[in-house]
């Protein structure tokens, strides 16, 4: 959109170039082979459905499941987390009740007492032999990621990769980015929201 505003000739130009293009076959053909596996363990319980006694509320359920083929769960709790020192003190308490897994995808990851003190928490549990999983935005991490992320991790047994490496394709390196910014334990504990590393 600035190519196109800036210099309206070429920027139409580019835009048909790269603009248009779509996930490649390859890469689309996996992640349909992965959502159709995982959708099979996610069918809406009915009995929950009908739990729901506010129509509203079933009306909005009802709109995500179709929407996205996400069931509602009950027995479950959300906590808003309204600033960063929260999310990461929550961060480091779900991280010390792990006792199978823990899988961190995030944007933007840089080197400070934040990293510091997630870091260390993971090296913990990695050494007790949880399975840890970490994948970082290569674009969004360019210049923040500390130099020996990657073999720091793998020196503690944790498997880590960048997400959408950098390319000498132009659209490949820009777009498809992963912005999403999370923390799963166990597939019990999930923060997640706007709050990078």
């Not at 047994?157 to 799963?184: A, G």
Request: hydrophobic share 45%; charged share 25%.
């Amino acid at each position: 959109i600035i190519f196109v505003l800036a210099l309206p000739a070429v920027g139409i130009v580019l835009y048909f170039i790269w603009g248009r293009q779509r996930v490649p076959r390859k890469s689309q053909k996996r992640w349909d082979e992965v959502n159709q596996r995982t959708f099979l363990k996610l069918e809406q319980n009915q009995t929950v459905l009908e739990a729901i006694s506010d129509k509203g509320i079933r009306k909005q359920v009802e709109l995500v499941y179709r929407l996205s083929d996400l069931p509602v769960w009950q027995n479950t709790r959300t906590e808003y987390l309204k600033l960063g020192e929260e999310m990461h003190q929550a961060n480091l308490a779900a991280i010390k009740t792990a006792e199978k897994f823990i899988f961190l995808e995030y944007f933007i990851v840089t080197g400070g007492k934040m990293y510091d003190e997630l870091m260390a928490a993971l090296y913990e549990k990695a050494a007790a032999g949880v399975e840890i999983r970490m994948m970082v935005d290569e674009m969004g991490s360019l210049s923040t990621l500390p130099k020996d992320f990657y073999q720091s991790c793998a020196a503690h047994q944790i498997k880590s990769i960048p997400y959408n490496p950098l390319s000498p394709s132009l659209f490949k390196f820009i777009s498809f980015r992963d912005h999403r910014k999370m923390t799963i334990v166990d597939g019990r504990v999930a923060i997640t929201g706007g709050i990078n590393i």
